[in-house]
């Protein structure tokens, strides 16, 4: 992996209204949330729902515009550059609503070779059929239609074309919840084989544990809007840090009844706030087992830190392990 | 509690007959939990809409015995099943959005419960949905009892179908993928919930789910269906200790893990189409310890362990055995 970040995002943040454009309450979907990922890497965003995980993957891919922060792809703003945008692509959570109905498979993964104008005629139908092959369908399957093909299949499809426009970094949003544990499986092998293949860095956002765990390197959580914790995806997942991490962890249930029964009876307290009127101070105070009156005035900023494992960083005033503990 | 044997649901379609359960087997004890696992499409929602009488469209169900706390369902009328439901058996919905009435109060919705159920007074049913709401743990029940549905969050929203199923204290309680659209740390807290309901309530609990993890936190006894056909039951310990059916195996080694990283292994292919299913066992496409018997005979469910049953020809815990 080479030292220089692929794709980078600075201090992005993002509001809306809600209840309406004008008289709506403004409220933060992303605030202040900065990531990097390598070449050939994957950075897993993972949180409950409303915590600004999909905001953020709009953003990296173009699809909303942040309202402050950077994004930079090989150091340089992406902004409305056409060649650079290209270069980060999308794979969406729902395969049934993400691809147009009455087109054809050729017609849907050629969309990107069409826009650019990377391939036409006969060298357009042998690039899609390359590209059929690549994610494991059937090359003759390009001129069917969505309907003909299970969720999984559909998957395929959608990140054939995310492919097509040769792209350095795949952002998936949640690419692989809508399906079945084992095509779910089927799924995610194959982006990892791909990332083997074609070197591309993945940033996928997800709110289950044990996908992110099966194909991420280092792992970042976002809680309400904000980045509460990252670092490599052992020392995240595994010795969670953020006392909201360590809820998410305490919540997966694995298919291992020993492991799974001491769960029971240790559920976290409360539901994640509405971001329209976040608590004062850090986000996750009310439900926070480890809450000092310091965690209800200031928002406490992310503290970062370097060693062998990489940099992990995490934005609590009392987190699991004490920051002289780490440097110790 | 709910015994049912050799129940069969079939839809007919314009491309055939669809049959979604085939000869499906089942008893409920008191206060257990039973999970009835499987893939979408493999019956397992069918099933259980077949026990409560709720299937919906041109469906054709049979069954040999379909018992519920000493009531016959197969020759009860409608106007009797009408009183079991609710009284004795309840369903809980995935979601609770669609499950509740929109233009209704959350106090008229539970209320009505009460009075048409109990023929209890208007005030009575409102201050007993309030001590309902309470139960399930819903904060300041008391102010929040005239609100609408849209006004609470998802989690919120499950207790409130919970309260409504529990209302008249059944003793079956059919829970139909609960936590399936929530948050993992609002789906702890609502599993937190069915198990103290459980306790106070003794009510048994058919769990309906697809999530391997749930059945593990939550089950004393598994089902494991593919293709609306029991491939096998058992104890939860016993199953996911060492599975006897391939499907059982690839399922669980297909599911990841927090704790180690290892290359998933996906079952190959996809479920077989249900209008024509592959001769022999309906799994033999996808199984990876097939033998010579798999695509000519269908297995029958057949117990070889005490407690444990498989409809398998080659499986996988006899072959530990011997070997």
Redesign the interface.
Known sequence: MSAEPILEARGLSKTFRAGGAVFGKQFHAVKDVSLAVMPGETLAVVG??GCGKSTLARMLVGLETPDEGEILFRGAPIKRDRALRRQVQMVFQDPYLSLNPRRTVLDIVAEPLDVHGLAKGAARTARVEELLTAVGLDPAASSRFPHEF?G??RQRIGIARALAAEPSVLVCDEPVSAL???????V??LL?DLQKRLGIAIIFIA?????V??ISHRVMVMYLGRAVEEGG?DQV??TPNHPYTV???????????A???L???????G??PNPVNPPPGCRFNPRCPRVTDECRKDEPQMKRHSDAAGVSGVACYHPVREAAELSA | MLSVSGLDVSFRTMRGDVKAVSDVSFDLKRGEVLALVGESGSGKSVSTRAVMGIVRGNATINARRMELAGHDLLTADEEQKRKLRGRVISLVFQDALSALNPVLSIGDQLGELYRTHLGVSKKEARERSIELLRSVHLASADKRIDDYPHQFSGGMRQRILIASAIALKPEVLIADEPTTALDVTVQAQILDLLDELRDELGMAILLITHDLGVVARMAERVAVMYAGRLVETGSVDDIFRAPAHPYTAALMASAPRIETVEKLEPIKGSPPNLIAPPPGCAFNPRCTHLGELCTKVRPELVGDLPGRSRACHYPLVETAHVG
């Open positions: 409950e729902s299970s999984g299949q079945d544990v084992s095509v779910q499986a089927q995610v092998n990892i709110h289950d544990l044990a996908v765990r099966a995806a997942l595994v809820a998410l962890r305490g919540s997966a249930l694995e298919p291992d009844p492991r799974a029964r769960a029971r009876g240790k559920a976290t307290r539901e994640p």
